[in-house]
C-alpha cells in the first residue's frame, strides 16, 4: 500500500512538472519595492546633516522606477522654459509636498490596497518635527503611490498627495505645466 502512494504521488508530480505546474511557487512582484527607492532618496535628501541631492526624477530613475507614461509627461514637462532653467519642472519635493521641512521620521511605506490595475502604496511620515513641539508639526504626512506592472517589474505610475484637502495627481500637474509652457 505504501509502494502505491509513493507511486501515485511521483506520477503527480510528474504531470505537474510536464504540465508547467511545477512545485516552486511563484513569487509575486513586490509592489512596494520601487517606492522604498524613492522614499530612501526623500529619506537622503532630507537629513541633517545633509546629503549629496537625490534626483528622483534622474533619468537612471524615470528609467527603472516610473512608468513609461509618467516618464513621458515628466520629460514634456522638463522640456519648457522654466524647467529648462531651473533645470526641473517641479519647485517642491513631491513625495513630502512640501519646499521646507526636516529630517524624516517615524517612516513606513505599506500597500494600502488595489485600485484598477494599481496597487495603491502608502508612504507615511513626520516631516515638520524640527519647527516646534506644537501638534501640526509633530503629525504625519502621506504620499500616496500608483504602482503598476510594467514589463514585469512594478513601476511608479502616479503620485497622489493632499494640498488643501484634495488629492492632486504628479501626473496631473506634470500635464499642467508642459500645458502652460513655462
Not at 110 to 132: H, K
Not at 152 to 175: F, N, W, Y
Request: hydrophobic share 50%; net charge negative; proline share 5%.
Amino acid at each position: 500500500m505504501k509502494t502505491v502512494r509513493m507511486l501515485a504521488a511521483i506520477a503527480a508530480l510528474a504531470l505537474g512538472t510536464a504540465a508547467g505546474t511545477a512545485a516552486t511557487p511563484v513569487l509575486a512582484a513586490d509592489m512596494a519595492a520601487p517606492v522604498r527607492a524613492v522614499i530612501a532618496a526623500a529619506e537622503a535628501n532630507w537629513a541633517d546633516p545633509p546629503q549629496d541631492f537625490q534626483d528622483y526624477f534622474s533619468e537612471e530613475r524615470l528609467a527603472s522606477l516610473y512608468s513609461a507614461d509618467l516618464a513621458a509627461r515628466y520629460r514634456k514637462a522638463a522640456d519648457t522654459p522654466f524647467a529648462r532653467e531651473m533645470g526641473t519642472p517641479l519647485d517642491w519635493d513631491v513625495v513630502v509636498n512640501a519646499q521646507d521641512g526636516c529630517p524624516l521620521k517615524d517612516v513606513t511605506v505599506a500597500q494600502a490596497g488595489q485600485e484598477g490595475a494599481a496597487t495603491r502604496v502608502v508612504a507615511s511620515f513626520r516631516a515638520l518635527t524640527c519647527f516646534g513641539t506644537d501638534a501640526e508639526y509633530q503629525g504625519f504626512q502621506e504620499a500616496h503611490f500608483l504602482v503598476v506592472e510594467e514589463g514585469g517589474r512594478p513601476v511608479i505610475d502616479d503620485i497622489v498627495t493632499p494640498l488643501d484637502g484634495e488629492a492632486q495627481s504628479l501626473k496631473a500637474q506634470l500635464d499642467a505645466i508642459a500645458a502652460d509652457g513655462q
